[in-house]
């Protein structure tokens, strides 16, 4: 098992523009975890899946954020008409439930809004 | 929702000093995990610690989830040590994992 994986791992985008994002979870790992993280500060939490059921959404930042995990396996970040302010790190981990919830972390995507 | 406070928020150190890293939180947990952030941004888990004592090599983290509180210790720091700690808790009551807002630790040669 290779770990989380993130794609893709820098993103350069005009603002206006859409960006997706994709995670790829440890196999076998039925939660899934999305975060936010801007210069000098920890991870800000955005939303988690069980399985395919997105159990809380309601951290995410605004409606122009969106998140899907349609089989219980990778998932994806949207954002729609980017902003500069949307510029940070995100980043995804995947835990089990039992027997504990040890989560893992990818090397996230940085993004860029220009 | 809970709360988690770290302390000190920055430490300077010279290489071979030992330190001690505190966590506080508000309320029950189910998890509690220490990570270090490295200068490519990558979170590095250190321990997976809700309850107990472990030890790892150099590093060694306690909590004490009846008191709110999980302490790590980095003995014999090396420059390599530098970076951002984190403590992150899942509450027992179905809150979100949440992050601290860390210490940056520096090892000077």
């Known amino acids: 098992d290779t770990g989380v994986s993130q794609d893709p791992r820098h993103k350069i985008t005009k603002r206006g523009q859409n960006v997706t994002f994709r995670c790829d979870p440890i196999s076998e790992h039925n939660r899934l975890y999305w975060y936010r993280q801007t210069l000098g500060q920890g991870p800000e939490f955005l939303t988690y899946f069980q399985n395919e059921a997105q159990l809380e959404k309601s951290r995410l930042l605004s409606d122009r954020f969106s998140a899907e995990r349609p089989k219980g396996s990778f998932s994806t970040l949207e954002i729609q008409r980017t902003e500069q302010g949307d510029s940070a790190m995100y980043l995804c981990?995947?835990?089990?439930?039992?027997?504990?919830?040890?989560?893992?972390f990818g090397q996230g995507t940085r993004l860029t809004v220009v | 929702g809970i709360q988690v406070e770290q302390s000190p928020p920055d430490l300077i150190l010279q290489e071979g000093a030992n330190s001690t890293l505190r966590c506080n939180f508000s309320d029950s947990v189910n998890n509690l995990q220490w990570f270090h952030q490295n200068p490519w941004g990558q979170l590095i888990n250190l321990f997976y610690i809700p309850s107990g004592t472990k030890q790892n090599g150099r590093l060694s983290a306690t909590t004490v989830a009846t008191e709110r509180y999980s302490l790590l210790y980095i003995s014999s720091s090396q420059t390599t040590d530098s970076g951002v700690y984190f403590c992150a808790v899942d509450g027992a009551y179905g809150q979100n994992f949440v992050f601290g807002p860390g210490t940056r630790l520096s090892v000077l040669p």
């Open positions: 981990a995947s835990s089990l439930v039992v027997p504990n919830t040890e989560a893992f």
